[in-house]
DNA sequence: CGGGATCCCGAAGGATACTG
DNA sequence: CAGTATCCTTCGGGATCCCG
């Protein structure tokens, strides 16, 4: 996952902390929550949950549940939440090229500033 | 300011809270310290001060006092910090294109849930 | 399995006042 | 003018436990 694109060092960000992460878990098509929940390791079910909702709430993905036992809901991405990935792609792209030299500028003024 | 640029409701970031409108407020040419404060009206000193500094540090830009009385200091986006202004203009235009249909969905919700 | 309910904390950032 | 210094509030998000 989020191969070719720099890490969430870069200065850019989709609303809130998760949200462009679920996006590019949702990129390849729809992910069960529990399938989310695993790359985003660090993500608590909760905040999952809230981030889901809002995303729900503006139409960015819809959420679909089964009626079974055990349970199972599917997410998957709108149209207007797949066309998200285009601005996002921008900011990919400017990762790729210019993150080292914004790492280069902060490591040249830790080493001016002890 | 800002025209033809849709608020900051839309879902895109750059950095921490300021570091998008201050590199707007800096896009036509430098600018000095109450000049970047009166357009971002609710920002105070100590943030302003605290965001241009972390900007600085990250080569987004240049900081130039001039040693008067009373002082002058100017800060100038460098050109790593006008790169960004692409990705941003990428997600301005996503905001152009579809906000309204974000804020749609979010109105639709709330009429469904009162 | 897919959450809901509660509690809680640290850091961002706002308010206010003061200064070289 | 261009900040510093203090204090204080907010709140995103993590930890934990529980449920249908």
Redesign the interface.
Known sequence: MFTGCPPAAG?????DKW?AKIIRCLEQGPRRFTELQTPLRTITPKVLTESLRAM?????LTRTAYDEIPPRVVYELTD?GR??L??MN??C??SR??LA??M???D??HASTP
């Open positions: 200065p850019f960000r989709v609303g949200t729900e709430r503006d139409g960015l207007l066309s998200l285009e601005p921008a900011g792209e400017w090229r210019h030299e914004l280069d500028a902060r040249a003024w």
